[in-house]
Every structure is written in structure tokens, then in C-alpha cells.
């Protein structure tokens, strides 16, 4: 369903790309490459093989049925994106979290685990229904929100135990027994309940929503993250919303040190297999150490195959967003025509196949990034910390995306970006977007 044209881009940028060189693409506001001449001021040769090898395409990649995802969602400025900080232990360079609504707005993904177990968590933006000129980008929230809750093995709903329950708390209860719940678990957690004593007062209130046991909870100190996580493997199992034996680790584990160490018969032993097992001899006693050895190599991680970084960077409003969900096909970052709207730092994993089973997938990760203003006028605050995780992720890439709006021409702040990554020795694609908005110009 994409042109051709942008597939070509596609496969110059993750084939072969200019160590600390950079390249001139024209693009199109729908996506479409006017032109496809790349002029590079470093290349590197092309290998020539003398048997053809079959590449299989890149594609948008799917998260692993191994590693359940965990969607976080809620009203405003009840805390999620600081529990999901604390659950992942992101707290230095994580979601960004300020004391006032609407800074998270897209959905984020952070790895987590726990108990061993490797999981996601998806940050949302704070859920309200109703559209006027004060909630900015609702629609847009709960549609990431939704999508967040079609993919997840579990929902994590946050309330404010310190505000108490709210209208808006019986909206959202109500909006997940009919999305989620009897599909999939749903955890209610009370935030902001940092003393053992008050703390499942405060939380008892929020029984009266429907959605099950609320757990007294705090994303700034940790106070009731463990039995929270616990409990909510235990509904994973026991719904099987996730992969087959997800949140079992550990109780494998102890079930085979107790087995090493068991007294007696075991439920499937005679009084022969018994004796031989208490003196280490034969079959049964094998099979005890193979259970006990097979428990603990479940806690080894699989060698994740290689990423290559893909920053994009530019000012506010030209189009960055546009060219990332163009890219993947999907509305993966809100866009509008309004400057400012991707606050957090965006990623999104593209796969190429390996060409042989020998070999391991090449992933490339698209880091979208909010627009980078002018050093004067950013202020102290959610924006100085924006800034920062966009000079972030070029210190990150191996290559830039730097996108201009041709319809403004090379602005001074294009030229300041532009000596960053320079100064960072990234390799560098300059995009030039709106193409087709340019007046009188030579598209040969």
C-alpha cells in the first residue's frame, strides 16, 4: 500500500548508509519521494557477491508473544508515567513526568521485569471524554489508548488515592469493563499512597468502581509495586491472556529446589525410585537435576539481535511525526498542525530478516523526537527536558534524520541542528518535506 519511491528511501537508509556523511532527500507531504537522487559526500562500496542471495523485505516489527505487554492508562495527572518509571526503573531518562496534565500524549513503550519475567509497559495519555476547547488531542488519546488495550495481555488502571475518586475515575471503570475486562485482566492501582497505615483506607474508597481489588500503591517511593506485579501475573496465568508459561518462573524453580531437597517419595516415585534417587543413582535422580537445571536456565536471556539507531530531528512542525507514521503505516505518533504535539521521544522497530538461519534480524529503531526551538526561547520546565531527550537521541543514532520544511527554506535553527550532529560525527540524511508545496521548482 506504500510507493514504491518510499520503499527505495527506505532501503538506501537501512541498506548501506555514509559513516559521518550525509544525504538530500526530497520528500513529499504525503510521503512520496520527488526525487530519488542521493548525494552523499562519504560512500561506502557496495559488497559484490557472486551468488545471488534472496533478501527477504523489511517489515514493522512485532513484539514477541514471549514478552507480554502492559497497558497503563487513567485521567490526567494521576501518576502513570511515574509508576511506569518506577516499575521499568527508568526514573533517570524515562517518561517525562511533570506536576501538571497533558504531558504524555502518545503511547510509549518501556521494557520491564520482573521475577525474572521480561514484559513491556505502554505509557498512555490521560483519558477524557469530553472534546472541547480545554482537553486538547482526547480523541487522539483515546484512540492510542485503545490500541494500547487491543495488543496487551493486561491493563493497569491508575487513580489518585490522595484526590479520591472522581466522575471521571467512573468513566474510565466503565469505558474498561466494556473494552477489556473478561478479555483480558485489569489491575486497579491507588498511587500516592506512600503510608502503610492510610494507605488501604485511602484505597478501600475504589472498590465501589467495579474493576476488582484496589492496591494501595506509590510510584515515588515503590510502597505496593511487588504484590501489585505479583497479582497481576497470577491473573495472566490464570486468564491465559499471555504466552504459556509467562509468570511461572519462579514457582518452577522452587518446586524443583524443594524436590533436590525433598524427604520421602515424590508424588510419582515408588519405593525403589526413591532409594535411588536419596543416593544419587539411576534415572530418578536425573531427572530431579534436570528439572532443577532446566528452572534455572528459563531465567537465561536470548542474545537480542543488533539495533541500529534512526533518530529523526528538526524544529517544531515540519513534519517529523507525518514521515514516522508514513514509514510504519500506522498512526503511531499524534499529529497536527499545531507545534509542540510529540512530547516524549518515539520508538518504533523495523526488521529486516536474516538472509540465512545462521544469521540473526537486523532491527533499525525510528526515534521520533519533539522540535528542538531556539535555545532562548526554551524555558525551564517539561520543554527544557523535551530538548534534552531530542540531543539525546543524536548522541544515541548511528544515523540522523534531519527534516526541513522546504516550503520555509534553511533556517538558522536547521543550520544549529545540523552543526550538532555534525559535532556528534552522526551520519546524517537530510529530508527535505513538503515538496510538493514548493512553488516553481526543478524536480529534475
Given at each position: 500500500?506504500r ?5 527505495q ?12 556523511g ?24 557496495l559488497q ?18 514471549k514478552?507480554?505487554?502492559?497497558a ?9 508515567s ?8 527508568t ?9 501538571e496534565?497533558?504531558?504524555?500524549r ?10 525474572g ?15 472541547d ?18 495488543e ?11 484526590q479520591?475518586?472522581t ?18 485482566p ?10 502503610e ?36 501475573f497470577?491473573s ?5 491472556s499471555?504466552?504459556?508459561g509467562?509468570?511461572?518462573k ?6 524443583a529446589?524443594?524436590?533436590?531437597k525433598h ?6 516415585e ?6 535411588m534417587?536419596k ?11 534436570n ?16 539495533e541500529?539507531n534512526i533518530?529523526?530531528?528538526g524544529?517544531?512542525?515540519?513534519g ?7 514509514i ?5 505518533a ?21 538472509s540465512?538461519p ?7 529503531r525510528?526515534v521520533?523526537t519533539a ?8 524555558n ?18 548511528d544515523v ?8 520555509a527554506g ?34 529534475n
Amino acid at each position: 500500500k506504500r510507493s514504491q519511491p518510499l520503499w527505495q528511501f527506505l532501503i538506501l537508509l537501512l541498506g548501506t548508509y555514509p559513516q559521518g556523511g550525509s544525504s538530500f532527500v526530497p520528500l513529499s507531504r504525503n510521503g512520496i519521494i520527488s526525487s530519488t537522487r542521493l548525494f552523499s559526500t562519504a560512500e561506502l562500496p557496495l559488497q559484490q557477491s557472486s551468488e545471488p542471495s534472496e533478501q527477504k523485505p523489511i517489515r514493522r516489527r512485532r513484539l514477541t508473544k514471549k514478552e507480554p505487554l502492559i497497558a497503563v492508562v487513567g485521567r490526567p495527572n494521576v501518576g502513570k508515567s511515574a509508576l511506569v518509571n518506577r516499575i521499568a526503573g527508568t526514573q533517570s531518562g524515562g517518561a517525562i513526568v511533570a506536576d501538571e496534565p497533558g504531558i504524555t500524549r502518545d503511547r510509549t513503550y518501556r521494557p520491564a521485569e520482573f521475577l525474572g519475567e521480561s514484559f513491556w509497559l505502554v505509557d498512555t495519555g490521560g483519558l477524557v471524554f469530553d472534546d472541547d476547547e480545554n482537553t486538547i488531542f482526547a480523541k487522539e488519546i483515546r484512540q492510542q489508548a485503545l490500541i494500547a488495550m487491543d495488543e496487551a495481555s493486561a491493563v493497569l488502571f491508575v487513580v489518585d488515592g490522595q484526590q479520591g475518586m472522581t466522575g471521571l475515575d467512573a468513566q474510565i471503570a466503565e469505558f474498561l469493563r466494556k473494552q477489556a475486562m473478561g478479555r483480558i485482566p485489569v489491575m486497579l492501582a491507588v498511587n500516592k499512597c506512600e503510608s502503610e497505615k492510610t494507605g488501604a483506607t485511602s484505597a478501600a474508597e475504589f472498590w465501589q468502581l467495579g474493576v476488582g481489588n484496589p492496591f494501595p500503591v506509590s510510584a515515588l517511593h515503590g510502597v505496593g509495586t511487588a504484590d501489585l506485579l505479583e497479582s497481576m501475573f497470577e491473573s495472566i496465568v490464570d486468564q491465559k491472556s499471555a504466552v504459556d508459561g509467562f509468570g511461572t518462573k519462579v514457582q518452577k524453580l522452587k518446586e524443583a529446589k524443594s524436590n533436590l531437597k525433598h524427604k520421602g517419595p515424590l508424588p510419582w516415585e515408588d519405593e525403589t525410585d526413591y532409594k535411588m534417587r536419596k543416593w544419587g543413582i539411576g534415572d530418578p535422580a536425573q531427572r530431579v537435576l534436570n528439572d532443577y537445571e532446566t528452572a534455572i536456565a528459563a531465567f537465561d536471556t536470548d542474545d537480542q539481535p543488533e539495533e541500529i539507531n534512526i533518530a529523526i530531528i528538526g524544529r517544531p512542525n515540519v513534519g517529523k511525526s507525518s514521515l514516522l507514521n508514513t514509514i510504519f503505516g500506522d498512526t503511531r505518533a499524534i499529529v497536527s498542525d499545531m507545534a509542540g504535539t510529540t512530547r516524549d521521544s518515539i520508538d518504533a522497530l523495523m526488521e529486516r530478516p536474516a538472509s540465512s538461519p545462521e544469521e540473526k534480524a537486523t532491527l533499525y529503531r525510528f526515534v521520533d523526537t519533539a522540535g528542538i526551538r531556539r535555545k532562548g526561547k526554551v524555558n525551564f520546565g517539561p520543554e527544557f527536558f523535551m530538548v534534552n531527550r531530542a540531543l539525546r537521541a543524536i548522541r544515541r543514532a548511528d544515523v540522523v534524520l534531519l527534516v526541513l520544511d522546504a516550503t520555509a527554506g534553511v533556517t538558522e535553527q536547521d543550520r544549529v541542528l545540523a552543526q550538532k550532529i555534525s559535532d556528534d560525527g552522526r551520519a546524517c540524511v537530510i529530508v527535505c518535506n513538503k515538496w510538493d508545496a514548493v512553488v516553481d521548482k526543478d524536480s529534475n
